[in-house]
């Protein structure tokens, strides 16, 4: 059974980088995507972006500027670093595994394990 | 980018059939996957593929999609099934994730 772990500071400052890992446990990071979601207090879900393990990124395109995701499979971790952050970027953030498949010459995803996040507050 | 639309709150009698319905027009071209979330908890994985349910999710869950419109139905509401609920998809002009708003779902 894959477990997804967030770690990291639960208070960052403003204008600094916020700097999150997720570590897989009880089963491979190959041929899997892997994602960061995130959930400001009391509203909704917004994908952050993911990351291939491989390497290959995609990102949310109104964050593209400032967030960086990684994978190290040797370590069965994932990464997030998101800079120059403001109160806005106060949630709950999640990591979740991203898995993919082709239909109708199309490819498809869901998120089928997630962790139970970090919240983060971005506060002096 | 493509957007999702979600009713914000919807409400059920207890054992009655309650629909959630997500409304973008990247659902005419790819499938939704739907995500039960209740306080305090991460959220969970209840169906995917647009019909398709996860080992573990009771089959009183089921799933469907008509041209723009997704739809997720809870046939015989349990006390347990109050939560948030949110449709999922993929941006029409990238690979990026979208989400809809969410659905407050109260079981009366």
């Known amino acids: 059974q894959v477990q997804l772990q967030e770690s990291g500071p639960g208070q960052v400052n403003p204008s600094e980088t916020l700097s999150l890992t997720c570590t897989v446990s009880?089963?491979?990071?190959?041929?899997?995507?892997w994602s960061w979601i995130r959930q400001p207090p009391g509203k909704g879900l917004e994908s952050i972006g993911y990351?291939?393990?491989?390497?290959?990124?995609n990102y949310n395109p109104s964050l593209q500027s400032r967030v960086a995701i990684s994978v190290d499979t040797s370590k069965n971790q994932v990464s997030l670093e998101l800079t120059s952050v403001t109160a806005a970027d106060t949630a709950v953030y999640y990591c979740?595994?991203?898995?993919?498949?082709?239909?109708?010459?199309?490819?498809?995803?869901?998120?089928?394990?997630w962790g139970k996040g970090n919240m983060v507050t971005v506060s002096s | 980018s493509s957007e999702l639309t979600q009713d914000p709150t919807v409400s059920v009698a207890l054992g009655q059939t309650v629909r959630i319905t997500c409304q973008g027009d990247?659902?005419?071209?790819?499938?939704t996957s739907w995500y039960q979330q209740k306080p305090g908890e991460a959220p969970v994985l209840v169906m995917y593929g647009t019909n398709n349910r996860p080992s573990g999710i009771p089959d009183r869950f089921s799933g469907s999609s008509s041209g723009s419109i997704a739809s997720l139905t809870i046939t015989g509401a349990q006390a347990e099934d109050e939560a948030d609920y949110y449709c999922n998809s993929r941006d029409s002009d990238n690979d990026h994730s979208v989400f809809g708003g969410g659905t407050k779902l109260t079981v009366l």
């Open positions: 009880g089963g491979s990071m190959i041929a899997y995507y």
């Open positions: 990247t659902l005419r071209s790819y499938y």
């Open positions: 990351v291939y393990y491989t390497g290959t990124t």
């Open positions: 979740a595994r991203r898995a993919y498949f082709y239909a109708s010459g199309r490819g498809h995803h869901y998120m089928d394990v």
